[in-house]
């Protein structure tokens, strides 16, 4: 027997007080960095060593990692180095007087670190069956030269629970970076979603041979208009994504009728009027909320408030909300730019068209909003005002 063993060098007593000492703080902590080096001073004045370390593998570098202290770079090992890696390898714990005379002892670390090793502990760290790294001691400090058996009991005992405690960190900490790659592809799946819905709002726009950004004016336009109206920020980007896709429809529409320079006759009039009809059946069976939206704005944006719109000639609120707001802002950009069947018309003569339409045309909330802050919603009209496109994204490069 080892004259060592006969001693237990911190009473039990001592023991159980810094356990609860350190218990509040390990449970509070939840970063694998921080969790090895509050177990690893645990561990440390526990068994009365001067240092203490916990070894982690790291499977995708094949090393072992620990951290000593905060603020200080992690140290890596080769998974087979000395001490460590023969208890990593065979899952045994070591108990060791004189390192200098172990065969297995590496001593590479010492002459790295001008550091003596004496007597040395290591336990594996298991979990689930599984060894997940290594806690190990380094000289004993006290009275005592070597570490005795009810220290590496100890060790044990810490190793337990430091294996049980690290792996929930570990296993939250892949979780929170799955969670952080979710939400990265999320991003980047709506920012396609985003820019294809522009994509062919741009497409039906230069087909319907609208010109000087049309569809991008009246998201804006509708934009302000949802902010002003209160909706939440949710819903005014909502509104302006859906918005640029108004005319969707008119990709249904001949070239005949869409081409015409002039006015159109009465059965041409009714064929253009087919692409509301067309743009909502386009978009109806989406699932997300910005396409279902969209078949709102695609089939409603020429509904009237007093029901003489069409296509089905409903009224008041039973028009989806957000059509309202897009047909006004429709309107004012199709009145205020010029078209190829009429120059575009002055400031003047637009306010008191959208003034008169507040309540026939439009719904008279959204007229008012836009009376009272009409200088800001007609500033890209002015012959000096430049539109510039506002929009979420930037606009798509040609
Ligand atoms: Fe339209
Ligand atoms: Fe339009």
Not at 80 to 90: M, N
Not at 157 to 170: D, H, P, R
Not at 296 to 321: F, L, N, S
Request: net charge negative; with cysteine.
């Amino acid at each position: 027997m080892r004259i060592q063993d006969e001693y237990t060098d911190l009473g039990d007593s001592k023991v159980a007080a810094l356990l609860f000492e350190y218990m509040p703080k390990i449970a509070a902590e939840h970063r694998t960095d921080s969790l090895l080096v509050l177990m690893a001073d645990l561990g440390r004045q526990i068994v009365q060593a001067d240092r203490c370390s916990l070894w982690l593998i790291d499977e995708e570098r094949n090393e072992l990692w620990t951290k000593v202290a905060h603020g200080v770079d992690e140290l890596r090992i080769p998974l087979s180095a000395g001490f460590v890696g023969y208890s990593l390898k065979t899952g045994e714990p070591l108990l060791i007087d004189d390192a200098y005379r172990d065969s297995r002892f590496d001593r590479r670390s010492d002459l790295k670190n001008h550091y003596h090793t004496t007597s040395v502990m290591t336990m594996p760290l298991e979990s689930d069956g599984r060894v997940m790294g290594v806690f190990q001691a380094i000289n004993k400090v006290g009275e005592n030269v070597f570490f005795s058996k009810k220290d590496l009991e100890r060790l044990k005992l810490i190793s337990v629970y430091s294996a049980k405690t690290i792996e929930s960190a570990l296993r939250a900490e892949t979780l929170e970076r799955y969670a952080r790659e979710l939400e990265h592809k999320a991003e980047e799946l709506k920012s396609a979603h985003m820019e294809l819905i522009r994509i062919l709002g741009e497409v039906s726009e230069f087909r319907s041979q609208e010109v000087g950004d049309h569809i991008h004016r009246v998201a804006e336009i509708s934009l302000k208009l949802a902010r002003y109206f209160g909706l939440s920020e949710e819903q005014q980007e909502l509104i302006y994504y859906a918005s640029l896709l108004h005319d969707l429809g008119k990709v249904g529409i001949s070239d005949m009728v869409l081409k015409k320079a002039g006015r159109l006759t009465p059965e041409e009039f009714s064929q253009m009027k087919c692409h509301s009809a067309i743009g909502r059946t386009l978009l109806r069976d989406s699932k997300t909320d910005l396409l279902c939206m969209a078949a709102d704005i695609a089939g409603a944006h020429h509904e009237r408030w007093d029901g003489t719109g069409y296509p089905d000639g409903v009224k008041g609120e039973q028009i989806p909300r957000a059509a309202r707001i897009c047909s006004v802002a429709d309107v004012l950009d199709a009145l205020s730019s010029p078209r190829c069947y009429k120059p575009a018309w002055s400031e003047e003569r637009v306010k008191e068209e959208m003034l008169r339409s507040r309540g026939t045309y439009f719904q008279p909330e959204l007229i008012d909003i836009l009376m009272d802050h009409w200088d800001e919603f007609y500033s890209c009209y002015k012959p000096d005002g430049e539109f510039v496109k506002k929009g979420l994204l930037p606009p798509v490069k040609a």
